[in-house]
């Protein structure tokens, strides 16, 4: 064992030439490597906990920053709403407005939107005689059925009913590459 420690020390400490040259070339070193990839795992998952720590600790003080900002906030834009609505305010269509030397002022006026439930109101306004040209209809590609019907065989489509290498724009192979796994 100590014969692979001594292999670590020099690849870590070599030139990238020599790095390529190195090669695994039995099992005491093969498990000494993977002995290595799982220490270099640990180190970054300790490193990873202690970063989250801190990380929560600084998130911590940030809501509490954020809590303490948000009720003077709150204390302060309160008190300004009592007293503009004692004054005169620039008024447009939709808000109110009032200028000082520091800022503006906005009361925004309530304004109605429509709140929709598109499959609830398409349901019922079929029944309703007139709005037919409010519905749409809706072409779309039943890709579970098809793709049930196609094979690949060497980097062909084929449609496995009519045996017909299929041909279609925007329809093609992708090769996905294998990966090299290491378990523990």
Not at 19 to 35: G, M, P, S, V, Y
Not at 111 to 135: R, T
Not at 168 to 177: D, I, R, T
Request: charged share 40%; net charge negative.
């Amino acid at each position: 064992m100590n014969e692979n420690y001594r292999l670590a020390d020099m690849f870590l400490n070599v030139s990238e030439e020599e790095r390529e040259t190195w090669k695994i070339d039995n099992d005491n070193t093969a498990d000494w490597a993977l002995d290595k990839i799982k220490e270099s795992r640990e180190e970054y998952e300790r490193f990873e906990k202690v970063a989250m720590a801190k990380i929560e600790q600084i998130k911590s003080v940030l809501d509490q920053e954020r809590k303490k900002s948000d009720n003077e906030t709150s204390f302060f834009e309160s008190k300004l709403r009592e007293y503009v609505e004692t004054l005169k305010m620039k008024e447009t269509k939709t808000q109110k407005t009032y200028a000082l030397p520091s800022g503006k002022i906005v009361i925004k006026k309530d304004k109605s939107d429509f709140k929709i439930n598109k499959d609830s109101v398409l349901e019922n306004i079929k029944a309703l005689e007139g709005y037919e040209d409010y519905i749409k209809v809706k072409e779309d590609l039943a890709w579970g059925d098809l793709k049930k019907n196609l094979v690949i065989d060497n980097g062909n489509i084929i449609n496995k009913i009519t045996g017909e290498v299929l041909e279609v724009e925007g329809l093609e192979v992708e090769v996905k590459a294998g990966k090299f796994e290491i378990k523990f």
